[in-house]
């Protein structure tokens, strides 16, 4: 298969959205003590809105060769996109924790359907020649959001608020957005396969369980419900 201007930009389209999400992620830990006194919470709850979006992400992933089959790539991206940007809209305006941890919810969608999907694209539009270098190029947009993170996130808190965060992210996702829905297709029939949803609960609660135990162990055994 030949590459193409289009199919270079879909794999960016995707890598940029997958960014844009893990961004999210690092650049709020720098906010945690001004979330803290204005939600009025501890840091162990705090903590849920990088916690609770990483293990939505990995829940997601989960699922990431079923969907593939099933969904279209268009398809997958468009709900990427609009999940992380209504997730995020969630985020910049909530009253409270829980409404914020519920954006922070939605919002792992993006993250959790753009990053298999970046290496999906390139397995399935690019010339097999190149698999090494696209795949380099997408981890490399990808690997540098972690970077960037605290650094965005301390000079917008600094200077602007922490809901700014959100807002500028739902502005870049946006574009990315419109710049990757015309370029993004279907490459590959859908195929309507069942869906194990035993194994899929069993993972997902493996996840949950092993989650919640690491944060006990952070606060002592002596009081398991707490």
């Keep these: 298969m030949?590459?193409?201007?289009?199919?270079?930009?879909?794999?960016?389209s995707a890598a940029f959205i997958s960014f844009?999400?893990?961004?999210?992620?690092?650049?709020?830990n720098v906010t945690f003590p001004t979330m803290m006194k204005e939600f009025n919470?501890?840091?162990?709850?705090i903590q849920w809105t990088t916690t609770g979006y990483l293990l939505m992400i990995a829940i997601i992933m989960i699922c990431?060769?079923?969907l593939n089959d099933r969904f279209t790539a268009k398809q997958l991206f468009i709900t990427a996109c609009v999940g992380f940007m209504v997730g995020s809209v969630i985020?910049?305006?909530?009253p409270n924790f829980p409404i914020?941890?519920?954006?922070?919810?939605i919002s792992a969608l993006g993250a959790g359907l753009s990053t298999p999907l970046i290496f999906n694209l390139v397995t399935e539009i690019m010339p097999r020649s190149k698999w090494g270098v696209y795949m380099g190029i997408a981890g490399l947009v990808v690997a540098m959001a972690p970077t960037l993170?605290?650094?965005?996130?301390?000079?917008?808190?600094?200077?602007?608020?922490?809901?700014?965060?959100f807002a500028?992210?739902?502005?870049?996702?946006?574009?990315?957005?419109?710049?990757?829905?015309?370029?993004?297709?279907?490459?590959h029939d859908q195929v309507k396969s069942s869906f194990d949803y035993l194994s899929f609960i069993t993972l997902a609660a493996a996840f949950i369980t092993l989650t919640l135990g690491v944060n006990q162990i952070t606060n002592g055994l002596a009081n398991p419900l707490l």
């Excluded at 985020?91 to 909530?94: G, Q, V």
């Excluded at 914020?100 to 919810?105: A, E, N, Y």
């Excluded at 500028?168 to 490459?187: E, M, Q, S």
């Design 168 to 187: 500028f992210v739902t502005i870049f996702a946006l574009i990315v957005f419109v710049a990757g829905t015309p370029v993004i297709g279907k490459y």
């Design 20 to 28: 844009v999400g893990i961004l999210t992620e690092t650049s709020l």
């Design 91 to 94: 985020s910049a305006i909530a």
């Design 149 to 165: 993170g605290p650094a965005f996130g301390g000079i917008t808190t600094y200077y602007l608020n922490w809901r700014w965060i």
């Design 2 to 12: 030949k590459k193409s201007t289009k199919n270079i930009l879909a794999v960016l």
């Design 64 to 66: 990431s060769s079923y």
């Design 41 to 45: 919470v501890t840091l162990d709850t």
């Design 100 to 105: 914020l941890l519920l954006g922070r919810l």
